[in-house]
């Protein structure tokens, strides 16, 4: 198959594309490709390098929404006569309405056929086409090339396919003799296989037969595994009816707990609150004491400013006292006959709150006391 498949592509390969040959020196210049009317299509131009030459009924080839079309002119011009230079047309009979067209072909002669653009694309400077041999002369060439290379190539499949078929049975041979070799130890293996599967019978029948006993063993050991079964789950629903039981008296508890717990959290509070009522009432009497301590000691150091202001004065009219002598008498009998001061003694407190002061300095000591263990028994309890 491969040697076919080789044959066919180099065959091919071989195969060359015919381009079409040129009419030297033919060339035609398009002047005009369109419709003057809705039937009829016209071709109008001038022909170069045709001195000799006789057109024959002239055919167009277009192509219309993706098919091949072909015209033969109408017979208003015949016989085309040509001459170099000289206007030139051929019209022809259009059915349908005007389509667009990718271009077209005109051919004149075996040998002479144009390439057209399409109608209404014509530039303003006419295009001189040179002329060339037609398509379908072409393509029956090329036909008649690929006739003789497809017969070539058929002699060639011939010969291939026999040697294929040699190859064919050669291989079939071996294929067959293969096929006894695998067929000859496919026997053997199964030979061998049916020794040891009688082998393993008889080991079967003997473990069977030691079986016995162990099945009914089992069969025993599953009946006491009911039966311990049956009891673990009666077991079982004992002790679910014992769970739920404690479970609601647990449940119980602990609401009876939660109530006792939240009035002795409520007491708790209520006497927080109490404690803190006392505590800020403490606060304000060691404010209040403060404060009066605070009078106390101003009052204090202004009675002791007094005493010492007093006590300076005193010691200054003394002093004024010792000093003073009359001008007519000695020192010694002035001393003898003037009598000394006596010194004053240092004042004591005046005024009606002198006495009561230890007293009251006593209580407002007493009272900051008092405040400062309230004040440790509130933060205790709290």
Do not use: Y
């Amino acid at each position: 198959m491969a040697v076919i498949c080789w044959a066919i592509s180099l065959g091919m390969s071989t195969v060359r594309d015919p381009t079409p040959g040129r009419a030297r020196g033919v060339a035609f210049e398009v002047e005009r490709f369109d419709w003057p009317t809705a039937d009829r299509l016209e071709v109008v131009g001038r022909w170069f390098g045709v001195r000799g030459r006789r057109f024959i009924r002239p055919t167009l080839d277009v192509e219309v929404h993706g098919e091949s079309r072909r015209m033969l002119a109408v017979l208003d011009h015949k016989p085309w006569a040509v001459e170099d230079g000289e206007d030139w047309i051929a019209a022809f009979a259009w059915q349908g309405e005007p389509a667009d067209l990718t271009g077209g072909e005109l051919s004149v002669g075996p040998d002479i056929a144009v390439e057209l653009l399409p109608p209404g694309e014509q530039p303003a400077t006419p295009p001189r086409r040179a002329a060339r041999r037609p398509h379908s002369d072409a393509l029956e060439t090329e036909i008649a090339a690929l006739r003789k290379e497809t017969r070539r190539l058929s002699g060639e499949l011939r010969a291939a396919r026999s040697g294929h078929a040699a190859d064919l049975d050669r291989l079939a041979a071996e294929h067959r003799a293969e096929l006894e070799r695998v067929r000859d130890e496919q026997t053997t293996a199964v030979r061998q296989a049916e020794h040891r599967a009688a082998a393993l019978q008889a080991d079967l029948d003997a473990e069977r037969g030691r079986a016995g006993p162990l099945e009914t063993a089992l069969r025993d050991a599953r009946h006491e595994l009911a039966v311990a079964r049956a009891d673990v789950a009666a077991e079982r629903k004992e002790r679910e009816r014992e769970r739920v039981a404690i479970a609601a008296e647990a449940s119980k508890a602990a609401a009876e707990e939660a109530e006792r717990m939240s009035l002795e959290r409520d007491a708790a509070r209520r006497e927080s609150a109490n404690a803190r009522a006392e505590r800020d009432a403490a606060r304000r009497e060691s404010a209040n004491a403060r404060a009066e301590r605070d009078t106390v000691l101003r009052d204090r150091d202004r009675a002791r400013q007094d005493r010492t202001a007093t006590l300076s004065l005193g010691e200054r009219e003394g002093v004024k006292r010792l000093t003073v002598q009359p001008s007519d008498a000695p020192d010694e009998a002035v001393a003898e006959t003037v009598p000394l001061a006596p010194v004053p003694a240092a004042p004591t407190w005046v005024g009606p709150s002198a006495p009561a002061l230890p007293a009251r300095v006593l209580a407002i000591a007493a009272l900051i006391v008092f405040v400062l263990a309230l004040v440790l028994l509130v933060s205790w309890a709290l």
